[in-house]
Protein backbone atom coordinates (compact mmCIF):
# COMPACT_ATOMS: atom_id res chain seq x y z
CA UNK A 1 0.00 0.00 0.00
CA UNK A 2 1.16 3.50 -1.09
CA UNK A 3 -0.20 6.33 0.89
CA UNK A 4 -0.27 9.63 -0.44
CA UNK A 5 -0.35 12.87 2.07
CA UNK A 6 -1.94 16.15 0.92
CA UNK A 7 -4.47 19.34 1.49
CA UNK A 8 -1.57 21.12 4.05
CA UNK A 9 -0.82 24.54 3.99
CA UNK A 10 -1.03 27.85 6.31
CA UNK A 11 -4.43 28.85 8.17
CA UNK A 12 -5.32 31.06 10.73
CA UNK A 13 -6.21 30.66 14.04
CA UNK A 14 -9.90 29.98 13.81
CA UNK A 15 -9.96 28.60 10.20
CA UNK A 16 -10.22 25.34 8.53
CA UNK A 17 -8.00 22.81 6.08
CA UNK A 18 -8.61 19.31 4.99
CA UNK A 19 -6.11 16.76 4.58
CA UNK A 20 -6.43 13.43 2.20
CA UNK A 21 -4.58 10.66 2.64
CA UNK A 22 -4.89 8.52 -0.90
CA UNK A 23 -4.15 4.71 -1.05
CA UNK A 24 -3.04 2.90 -4.00
CA UNK A 25 -1.55 -0.40 -4.74
CA UNK A 26 -4.53 -1.98 -2.94
CA UNK A 27 -7.76 -1.56 -1.72
CA UNK A 28 -7.97 0.37 2.38
CA UNK A 29 -10.69 -2.74 2.72
CA UNK A 30 -9.80 -4.40 5.70
CA UNK A 31 -7.29 -1.37 6.98
CA UNK A 32 -7.49 1.20 9.65
CA UNK A 33 -6.02 4.59 8.86
CA UNK A 34 -4.82 6.80 11.43
CA UNK A 35 -3.49 10.47 11.10
CA UNK A 36 -0.36 11.36 13.44
CA UNK A 37 1.37 14.70 13.44
CA UNK A 38 4.68 15.52 15.05
CA UNK A 39 5.70 19.26 15.59
CA UNK A 40 9.17 20.44 15.79
CA UNK A 41 11.09 19.22 18.74
CA UNK A 42 8.10 16.97 19.38
CA UNK A 43 7.42 12.95 19.21
CA UNK A 44 4.98 12.13 16.32
CA UNK A 45 1.16 11.67 18.08
CA UNK A 46 -1.88 10.14 16.94
CA UNK A 47 -4.70 12.30 16.04
CA UNK A 48 -7.52 10.51 14.49
CA UNK A 49 -8.13 6.71 13.30
CA UNK A 50 -11.00 5.42 11.02
CA UNK A 51 -11.43 1.69 10.46
CA UNK A 52 -11.84 1.26 6.40
CA UNK A 53 -14.47 -1.15 6.39
CA UNK A 54 -17.35 0.14 9.04
CA UNK A 55 -16.32 3.62 9.26
CA UNK A 56 -15.66 3.50 13.13
CA UNK A 57 -13.50 6.89 14.28
CA UNK A 58 -11.12 7.48 17.22
CA UNK A 59 -9.42 10.89 18.37
CA UNK A 60 -7.30 12.05 20.50
CA UNK A 61 -8.82 14.24 23.54
CA UNK A 62 -6.82 17.24 22.06
CA UNK A 63 -8.92 17.95 18.57
CA UNK A 64 -12.01 15.90 19.32
CA UNK A 65 -15.10 17.91 18.37
CA UNK A 66 -12.80 20.25 16.25
CA UNK A 67 -11.42 17.09 14.05
CA UNK A 68 -13.15 15.16 11.96
CA UNK A 69 -11.95 11.93 10.28
CA UNK A 70 -13.58 10.11 7.07
CA UNK A 71 -13.15 7.62 4.36
CA UNK A 72 -14.52 7.61 0.45
CA UNK A 73 -14.23 3.59 0.16
CA UNK A 74 -14.94 4.70 -3.99
CA UNK A 75 -11.71 6.75 -3.77
CA UNK A 76 -9.71 4.62 -1.44
CA UNK A 77 -8.88 8.16 0.30
CA UNK A 78 -9.27 9.11 3.81
CA UNK A 79 -9.57 12.83 4.81
CA UNK A 80 -8.99 14.78 8.11
CA UNK A 81 -11.63 17.82 8.25
CA UNK A 82 -9.74 20.56 10.78
CA UNK A 83 -11.90 23.10 11.50
CA UNK A 84 -11.25 25.72 14.96
CA UNK A 85 -7.32 25.28 14.14
CA UNK A 86 -4.69 26.60 16.66
CA UNK A 87 -1.14 27.88 16.56
CA UNK A 88 -0.89 24.34 18.35
CA UNK A 89 -2.22 22.20 15.31
CA UNK A 90 0.58 23.68 13.63
CA UNK A 91 3.00 19.83 12.77
CA UNK A 92 3.62 17.82 10.11
CA UNK A 93 0.80 15.66 9.60
CA UNK A 94 1.58 12.04 8.12
CA UNK A 95 -1.27 9.20 7.38
CA UNK A 96 -0.41 5.36 8.11
CA UNK A 97 -2.80 2.32 7.54
CA UNK A 98 -2.47 -1.17 9.08
CA UNK A 99 -4.53 -3.91 9.61
CA UNK A 100 -8.30 -3.35 11.15
CA UNK A 101 -8.20 -6.16 13.36
CA UNK A 102 -7.99 -5.50 17.01
CA UNK A 103 -7.71 -2.06 15.97
CA UNK A 104 -9.90 -0.18 18.67
CA UNK A 105 -7.23 -1.41 21.04
CA UNK A 106 -4.53 -0.03 19.12
CA UNK A 107 -5.31 2.62 17.34
CA UNK A 108 -2.66 5.30 18.72
CA UNK A 109 0.14 2.96 18.99
CA UNK A 110 2.37 5.02 15.77
CA UNK A 111 4.56 1.52 16.09
CA UNK A 112 1.77 -0.75 15.21
CA UNK A 113 1.30 0.57 11.68
CA UNK A 114 2.82 -0.91 8.56
CA UNK A 115 2.45 1.61 5.84
CA UNK A 116 3.10 5.46 6.53
CA UNK A 117 2.64 8.43 4.20
CA UNK A 118 5.04 11.20 3.26
CA UNK A 119 4.19 14.12 5.59
CA UNK A 120 1.91 17.35 5.16
CA UNK A 121 2.98 20.23 6.95
CA UNK A 122 0.24 22.53 8.77
CA UNK A 123 1.12 26.11 9.86
CA UNK A 124 -1.38 28.10 11.55
CA UNK A 125 -0.72 31.35 12.66
CA UNK A 126 -2.36 33.22 15.52
Known amino acids: VQLQASGGGLAQAGGSLRLSCRASGRTLSGYGVGWFRRALGEEREFVAGVTFNDGSTYYSDSVKDRFTISRDNAKNTVYLQMNNLRPQDTAVYYC????????????????????WGQGTEVTVSS
Open 96 to 115: AAKSQLYYARTYSRKDTYVY
